[in-house]
């Protein structure tokens, strides 16, 4: 049994105002797409989506979302040979230099044994070509 606690409105007496219904459908629709959006979006930090909806636009990216996780995952951070072997073919890039030139640029911030174990690697592997 369903208790009304007003009198019903007749059928004949129920008039929706074209204008307010334009404005709840504009609304409603917005809504959809920023759900649809949100869902599909598997490039911004979804942490981030939700306060730009709310107006946030500078949050940082949360770390911990399914979108920074892929991130994490598909751009590990550089290693070390990485690093360095970036940086000696950086310096070789239309230079010969010698071990000792590559040495007197980075053995300030690299260990040398290690510089001179990334440069055999290189050249072994025929990324650069150093001279005597
Ligand atoms: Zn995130």
Known sequence: ???????R???EFLY???AIY??????AEKRLKSVTEYVL????CRSRQLLSYFGETDSPACG??????KQARTAPPASEFETIA????????????????????LSSKFDEDRIVEIVRWLIDNGKIEIRN
């Open 1 to 7: 049994m369903i208790l009304f606690l007003e009198n």
């Open 9 to 11: 409105i007749e059928e």
């Open 16 to 18: 929706f105002d074209p």
């Open 22 to 27: 334009a404005r709840r459908k504009e609304v």
């Open 41 to 44: 979006a598997d490039d911004i």
């Open 64 to 69: 911990k979302c399914d979108v920074c996780l």
């Open 86 to 105: 970036a940086e000696i073919i950086k310096l070789t890039v239309n230079k010969t230099l010698s071990i000792k030139d590559i040495l007197f640029k």
